[in-house]
């Protein structure tokens, strides 16, 4: 069965520290990655999404940046963070090809301080 | 890009009473919608899911129906029960083809016992 692993589960960065959140999925192939960001009241906001190794597509232009090194890992990183940075975190998954059920890791709750 | 709308933002019902969420979609090329369900502190959880195809959708106590006319698309809870207490989200395709989904805001609903 497919899996899906993100971490760390929770994360305190100071103002202008780096940030790397990683995610993994098991047990599939090629599939779609995507990372969200949840902000209270304000739904979840695709962030990034990945069809294939090196293929990366941002919807929000930020301070972020998000890279697929291999198949089945996907990298959120920032150089600097803001505090408007804070929040909760989902990488997500899907089967290859287009509208098809997006599978959620259990988040990472970030709070810049 | 596509556009969700969702309402109501929260509900409270009684238990065994039925709840009814609301979302409206803009991109009529959209032909997939899915619904998740987020407890506290959790993942979000795919619940059920409907394609343009199809104009009504049932899963026991739980289903969606679509109106693609109106771009609309609802779930409907019956039998409410505490455990249903959770924060609900709607979602649709970016279009026809697409690897994306956007998000309502969610609807976080309160099932009284």
């Known amino acids: 069965s497919q899996t899906i692993h993100q971490w760390p589960a929770t994360l305190v960065q100071p103002v202008g520290s780096p940030l790397s959140l990683e995610c993994t999925v098991e047990?599939?192939?090629?599939?779609?990655l995507y990372w969200y960001r949840q902000a209270a009241g304000r739904g979840l906001q695709l962030l990034f999404y990945?069809?294939?190794?090196?293929?990366i597509s941002s919807e929000v232009p930020q301070n972020l940046s998000a890279s697929r090194p291999q198949d089945r890992q996907f990298i959120l990183s920032s150089k600097k963070l803001l505090l408007s940075d804070s929040g909760f975190y989902l990488c997500?998954?899907?089967?290859?090809?287009?509208?098809?059920?997006?599978?959620f890791g259990q988040g990472t709750r970030l709070t810049v301080v | 890009g596509e556009n969700v709308e969702q309402h109501p933002s929260t509900l409270s019902v009684q238990e065994g009473d039925s709840a009814v969420i609301k979302c409206t979609y803009s991109?009529?090329?959209?032909?997939?919608f899915p619904w998740y369900k987020q407890e506290l502190g959790k993942r979000p959880q795919l619940i059920i899911d409907?394609?343009?195809?199809?104009g009504e959708k049932k899963d026991q106590q739980i289903a969606v129906t679509l109106n693609k006319t109106a771009k609309h698309f609802s779930l409907h809870i019956t039998e409410t029960q505490p455990e249903d207490s959770a924060v609900y989200f709607c979602?649709?395709?970016?279009?026809?083809?697409?690897?994306?989904?956007?998000f309502g805001k969610g609807t976080k609903l309160s099932v009284i016992p």
């Open positions: 990945s069809v294939g190794i090196g293929q």
């Open positions: 997500a998954w899907s089967g290859p090809g287009p509208n098809t059920e997006a599978f």
């Open positions: 047990g599939t192939s090629n599939p779609n």
């Open positions: 979602a649709a395709s970016s279009g026809a083809g697409s690897y994306q989904l956007t």
């Open positions: 991109d009529s090329a959209s032909n997939y």
């Open positions: 409907i394609r343009s195809n199809v």
